[in-house]
């Protein structure tokens, strides 16, 4: 068992609608990350979190957002949905800068 | 700039043939790298990282800095070991370390 939970599994989105992953962490995993996987392609850096503080973003825009929380879960939200955002959404955790554990992913669809 | 390129989308070879899956790196400081890999229908797990010099499920990866490459080799394929693999690079971003991965190969294994 891994230790790291992702909710939901599977989402469906209208344009233009704002979402909220979510993701449960190991206890004194510290560190969390979010990846954006579209289909045929890597994983690819959304941001990191660091004791619930962002220490990291990839090259994503301001309304790819998130919060880690103090009990090891954490949040992604995604405002103003468009077509291209459909894809699988990762969390990775790590009781340090190494190591990730990751969920199984969230699949959102945008429609 | 931190960049994995992996040139082969598919990679088919016979049950006890060996395997190499290719992995290519750009980046300017000292690297850390990874292999993952996702069985059918499960979640990315850490096949191996380079600084442990581990050998899983019979892998290995060299780290080969002067032509930037650590590829992924197994000397006899197993039934099993058909799965999608990626090569990770870590990397520092900010406070933290980010993944990059490649777009990953399809390693299948036929009987």
């Known amino acids: 068992e891994t230790g790291v939970t992702q909710s939901p599994t599977h989402l469906i989105k209208t344009r233009g609608q704002q979402v909220t992953l979510r993701c449960s962490s190991q206890?004194?995993?510290?560190?969390v990350s979010w990846y954006q996987q579209a289909l045929g392609q890597g994983p690819q850096f959304i941001f990191q979190?660091?004791?619930?503080?962002?220490?990291g973003r990839g090259n994503f825009p301001p309304r790819f957002s998130g919060l880690q929380f103090p009990n090891y879960s954490s949040e992604l939200n995604v405002n103003a949905l468009e077509l291209d955002d459909s894809a699988l959404y990762l969390c990775?955790?790590?009781?340090?800068?190494?190591?990730?554990?990751f969920g199984s992913g969230t699949r959102l669809t945008v429609v | 700039a931190q960049r994995v390129t992996q040139p082969e989308k598919l990679l088919s070879v016979f049950k006890g043939a060996p395997v190499e899956l290719k992995c290519n790196y750009s980046?300017?400081?000292?690297?850390?790298l990874f292999w993952y890999v996702q069985y059918s229908r499960q979640r990315l797990q850490l096949l191996l990282r380079?600084?442990s010099r581990e050998s899983i499920k019979g892998f290995t990866a060299d780290l080969n800095k002067g032509e930037t490459s650590f590829h992924l080799k197994k000397p006899f394929a197993q039934e099993e070991d058909s799965a999608m693999y990626y090569c990770?690079?870590?990397?520092?971003?900010?406070?933290?370390?980010?993944?990059?991965f490649g777009t990953g190969t399809q390693l299948k294994v036929e009987l």
């Open positions: 979190y660091y004791r619930e503080e962002e220490n």
């Open positions: 990775a955790s790590s009781p340090a800068d190494y190591g990730y554990t």
């Open positions: 980046y300017s400081g000292s690297p850390e």
């Open positions: 990770a690079l870590s990397g520092r971003m900010g406070g933290g370390n980010k993944l990059t």
């Open positions: 206890s004194g995993h510290n560190t």
């Open positions: 380079h600084i």
